[in-house]
């Protein structure tokens, strides 16, 4: 499978710890996104990566959130000191950055269970 | 601010008739247009981009920049459209997704 991956695909956790999720992106998509989607919402934007370089983060990204892409290929979330208001599913999608291949290729997600 | 709105949550048709799953934007550039579907169990998956101007499976969308709208199209409903329709703008440097409307088509 050549598409992007995600994992773990299901996570419960209890409130306090710290997860991590790992998403691997399609290998020449040099931008990656991390989006998070909760029930009857569309996916809410996280942050993003051009290889290696975190450009933007939303302030839906508390300090208790932090995302890493470190060689450019594939990228890690971490959530630390969990909450249940975290609970959601994580989606990762990587796509080109030219403009006329720039259509972003999703993940099927890491869902989060805070108990 | 971007945004995208979808107006229905829910949208049932029957099989055979027309469907239109409404898209409104707000952006100040020049916007890039997606609709995305998620059947059941899947991934979100890209289903077209208004710059293709392509038509997939039987699905057409037209970028109407007066009236900042991109409404999904298909004149005869089949019952594996049924999905959860995303629609979502590009940015620049993210997508933006509507809340998404819940099709279903009935036998």
């Known amino acids: 499978d050549t598409g992007v991956s995600q994992d773990p695909r299901h996570k419960i956790t209890k409130r306090g710890q710290n997860v991590t999720f790992r998403c691997d992106p399609i290998?020449?998509?040099?931008?990656l996104y991390w989006y998070r989607q909760t029930l009857g919402q569309g996916p809410e934007f996280l942050t993003y990566f051009q290889n290696e370089a975190q450009l933007e983060k939303s302030r839906l990204l508390s300090d208790r959130f932090s995302a890493e892409r470190p060689k450019g290929s594939f990228s890690t979330l971490e959530i630390q000191r969990t909450e249940q208001g975290d609970s959601a599913m994580y989606l990762c999608?990587?796509?080109?950055?030219?403009?006329?291949?720039?259509?972003?290729?999703f993940g099927q997600g890491t869902r989060l269970t805070v108990v | 601010a971007q945004r995208v709105t979808q107006p229905e949550k829910l949208l049932s048709v029957f099989k055979g008739a027309p469907v239109e799953l409404k898209c409104n934007y707000s952006y100040s550039g020049s916007p890039e247009l997606f609709w995305y579907v998620q059947y059941s169990r899947q991934r979100l998956q890209l289903l077209l981009r208004h710059i293709s101007r392509e038509s997939i499976k039987g699905f057409t969308a037209d970028l109407n920049k007066g009236e900042t709208s991109f409404h999904l199209k298909k004149p005869f409903a089949q019952e594996e459209d049924s999905a959860m329709y995303y629609c979502a703008l590009n940015g620049g440097n993210q997508f933006y997704f509507g809340t998404g409307t819940s099709l279903t088509v009935i036998p």
């Open positions: 290998s020449e998509h040099n931008r």
């Open positions: 999608a990587s796509s080109l950055s030219t403009g006329q291949l720039m259509k972003a290729f």
